[in-house]
Nanobody, 120 residues
Framework: EVQLVESGGGLVQPGGSLRLSCAASGFTFSSYAMSWVRQAPGKGLEWVSAINSGGGITSYADSVKGRFTISRDNAKNTLYLQMNSLKPEDTAVYYC?????????????WGQGTQVTVSS
């Protein structure tokens, strides 16, 4: 059974940092690209970032470029999202997601999400 379990969310002041983790199991994690997707209150899903299977290629939404860093540890089957210089507009539920194929933005598995709230 595929499982994706996010952790690391919380309440942080503007300008602060958080690191999200996503523990994966039930599939060969090192064979798949992975993504982070978020959903702000009252809004639709927004793709945030992706990383290839080996970890050497990354991609970011313009809204987070230069502030967020995606990474992975294939030995630990874990995906990360380091979020710096957080803004109130980063407030959202953050999900890790496994693409159906390759670098695509259609996903077959999602985590339960972790809430990130940026507020003073």
């Amino acid at each position: 059974e595929v499982q994706l379990v996010e952790s690391g969310g919380g309440l942080v002041q503007p300008g602060g940092s958080l690191r999200l983790s996503c523990a994966a199991s039930g599939f060969t994690f090192s064979s798949y690209a992975m993504s982070w997707v978020r959903q702000a209150p009252g809004k639709g899903l927004e793709w945030v970032s992706a990383i290839n299977s080996g970890g050497g290629i990354t991609s970011y939404a313009d809204s987070v470029k230069g502030r967020f860093t995606i990474s992975r540890d294939n030995a630990k089957n874990t995906l990360y999202l380091q979020m710096n210089s957080l803004k109130p507009e980063d407030t959202a539920v953050y999900y890790c997601a496994k693409p159906i194929t390759g670098w695509g933005r259609s996903y077959d598995y999602w985590g339960q999400g972790t809430q990130v709230t940026v507020s003073s």
